[in-house]
């Protein structure tokens, strides 16, 4: 939100530096990100302060002067001759200000033009190029005329990005030659409003704070309306009809009569500005004016248009949900179909506006308008919110505001505000009372807050009366008695909570005033509690730990995803979902209930620059409860999951290593193998399997202890294809992080380095071609005893000379004894042992036989 200094200094009488001013703001939770300075000179930056950027006026070069007469160039049709007077003596100044070109060759003016002028050597900004270049006025003949000096636009003053005319000040502006930067020289802070401050999405809740901040008392604008009640109004006042008070807590309408649309002052437009606003007339200026400065968003209709819509004298207003299928034009031209949930402001005709968000272009303020109905209504956030993400609407700035919270209370003085504005600057009367409907009225809460409960919860000892002055500065109603403060928070907060929500609420409001940089560090009194071990984390930061030392890389992706998006894995993951009630996107609507596809969808992001991927994530999945006890918990069961995905190519390519092979089933069941054994699981098993997502044939299943963990293999290759995969083969394992963490022992033994010498010895077997290499593992590892440390499966044959359905494996077996040195005796005894166990458990033979 961006606040102009002067716009300020209307509620408080502050004289301290801008930097000092984003201080303070700053720490008090308003960050001020940067500051524009606006002709006034930019004070020296120390280190660590916000950002500044802007242009100083030179006080003697850049003034307010007065335009007397404005002639033809006589070499050229698009540039004027304005005779200037600059307080000492008048210039000729060559310009092609298209918003002169009414006052040509009319004589001397009535009433001089009030502008912005600067002289020869003056530095200004460019009109002409898109940024900002500073250039310096010098002396130059264009079309036979010589220009020395110009009458300068904002965007060449730095004010805005407007450059079609030059600067028409109000006739109320001061005498030629007062320096410029005296008359609308500022500062405009950049403000990061996080939503906890919505509250303060509004100049005068910046200066309410800045109050608080500086111990000087605030003067909020003036809310008084002036009805004309000697004037017999030909127009009745519309009826107005709440068909849905939850959404739409209160609605206030104001009529004024045979207004005249026009430009707002200049002054207003300035302050729109350099806020960020663009003007458009009066009306809607004023309209947007008053909801930068007192926070609340209004609408103004055109009151003709919506009898006409009626054909009647009383048209009948009613906010409600809209009609199947119904459909509306807004503002900014575009056709939107409504959705059933949205809360919308209609008459008989049909809508006229999104409630709180946007109106619609059939009842829009024209040049062509005489009266006007003035609506400023609350409205339920959580509903704004929806509508605003399912319209796509988030440039909406009333939208904004009301998404986060608006109170109702500010919604008649906001109306009486812009109303009595209206009514000023557009020349128009209110001979009707303002209508105010209120069928849902906001009771500001009260905490109790023990003075003890202060020093607990801050370390420090702050004053009662201190306390007391904080919070009325803040608005808060207080009543004291003995040592516990009455708290009654005011009609603008939402944010204040009940019971201990509301006294930490409370707590928190002192100690931001107070000032965070001076709550000393301190001690805590309490005694440490025992530390206990987490074991679960421990072990998912032992397997975290593993897949990195093995190469991977870890992500952490959205725990919210879409069923289209976990679709693209297979379509048996279709649900039941958990479904947010306020998804911020339609692409985030739902709690995932695949991690696979989570980690699928950051590899697909990243395989387009990368030569290889290799990641892996630890986070849950959310399945929900089908069971109607009313005892079950309406939360939605976390299983912890593991992932994995593997694509491209086996080692980047370098000068070292210039082989492109890509990464194919073996890699993935590697890094599994190298997993269990490093997490100490030794009861498993790894067997061939069915799974939608992945490859027949090059799928296998894991089982440790005997319970079903996951899957793991080639991705499909119509699920590749969904997440566009190139060339190479996508590796990918899904398991169950549960059946993981549960078979890792809590602790382990760690043998010594042997003393004795190991035999090695290769044995080649053949066995009938369905028996898998995890069977003959199991029976060596068996037979094999203590004595045996490693088996290694490190060739696989099949031919004719083995005989058809029969394949030949060979180990490398690796005796060795812990108390001995072996013989080849012992290493033979001990070979038949497996040998005949092999034969009698599968029917093996050795190869050599």
Known sequence: MKVPLSWLKDYIEIDL?????????????????????????????????????????????????????????????????????????????????????????????????????????????????????????????????????????????????????????????PIAGTPLVDYIGDAVFDIAITPNMARNLNVVGIARELGALTKT????????????????????????????????????????????????????????????????????DITNYVMLEMGQPLHAFDYDVLRARSKTKCPVITTRLPNSGEKIVTLDGIHRTLDNFTILVA????????????????????????????????WDLINIRQTVISQQLQSSQAGYRFSRGVSPEIAARSNYRAAEMIRLFGNGTIAHATIDKYPRHYVPNTVKLRLSEIQRSLGIDIPADEVISILLALDFSVEKQQNVLHVTA????????????????????????????????????????????????????????????????????????SPENEQLLHDSENGPYVHLANPITPERSVMRRSLLSSVLECARNNSRFQQRIALFEVGPVYLPLLSSSENQSNLPTESQRLSVVLSGKRVSLSWANNQSDSMDYFDIKGIIDELLRAAHISDYTVESGNHPSFQPGAVATLAIHGSQAGSFGVLHPDVALNYDFGEHPTLAADFDLTTFTNAMPN????????????????????????????????????????????????????????????????????????????TDKDAAKLRTKIVKALQKELGAQLRSE
């Open 490 to 561: 005011p009609d603008h907060r939402l944010d204040i909570g009940v019971d201990e929500i509301g006294t930490a609420d409370i707590i928190e409001e002192v100690a931001r005033i107070w000032g965070f940089e001076n709550i000393p560090e301190t001690q805590i009194s309490d005694l440490m509690p025992r530390q206990k071990n987490n074991t679960l984390l421990e072990k998912e930061e032992r397997i975290r730990d593993i897949l990195v030392n093995l190469g991977l890389q870890e992500v952490i992706t959205y725990r919210i995803a």
């Open 347 to 378: 008459d008989n005709a049909g809508a006229l506006s999104i409630g709180g968000i946007m109106g619609g272009s059939n009842s829009e303020v024209s040049d062509n308008t005489k009266n006007v109905l003035l609506e400023a209504a609350s």
């Open 217 to 284: 008392p605030i003067h909020p604008p003036k809310t008084n309306i002036t009805i004309a009640k000697s004037m017999q109004s030909a127009l009745e006042m519309p009826k107005i009809e709440i068909d849905e008070s939850e959404l739409n807590p209160r609605f206030t309408a104001t009529l004024i009569e045979d207004i005249q649309i026009k430009p707002s002052p200049y002054w207003m437009q300035l302050r729109l500005r350099m806020s960020g606003m663009r003007p458009i007339n009066n009306v809607v």
């Open 17 to 173: 530096d801008p930097h000092e001013i984003a201080r303070l703001l700053t720490f008090a939770g308003l960050e001020v990100e940067s500051i524009n300075f606006i002709g006034l000179p930019q004070s020296n930056q120390r280190q660590n302060q916000t950002s500044i950027y802007g242009l100083e006026w030179d006080r003697n070069d850049i003034i307010v002067a007065d335009i007397t007469k404005v002639e033809h160039h006589p070499n050229a049709d698009r540039l004027v001759l304005a005779q200037l007077y600059d307080g000492e003596q008048t210039h000729t100044v060559l310009t092609g200000a298209p918003n002169l070109f009414q006052y040509k060759d009319q004589g001397k003016l009535p009433q001089p033009l009030k502008v912005a002028y600067a002289r020869e050597g003056a530095h200004l900004y460019d009109g002409h190029n898109s940024g900002q270049e500073l250039i310096r006025i010098k002396r130059k003949k264009i079309r036979g005329i010589e220009s020395y000096s110009m009458a300068c636009s904002e965007k060449e003053l730095g004010i805005s990005d407007e450059h079609e005319g030059i600067i028409v000040f109000d006739s109320e502006a």
């Open 747 to 822: 602790h382990y033994t760690i043998n010594p380095i042997p003393r004795f010498p190991a035999i090695i010895e290769d044995i080649a077997l053949i066995v009938d071609n369905q028996i898998n290499n995890a069977e003959v593992v199991k029976s060596i590892i068996k037979s094999g005893g203590a004595t045996l440390t490693n088996v290694q499966l490190f060739d696989i044959f099949r031919g004719e000379q083995i005989g058809t359905d029969k394949k030949s494996l060979a180990y490398r077996l690796t005796y060795q004894s812990e108390v001995k040195t072996l």
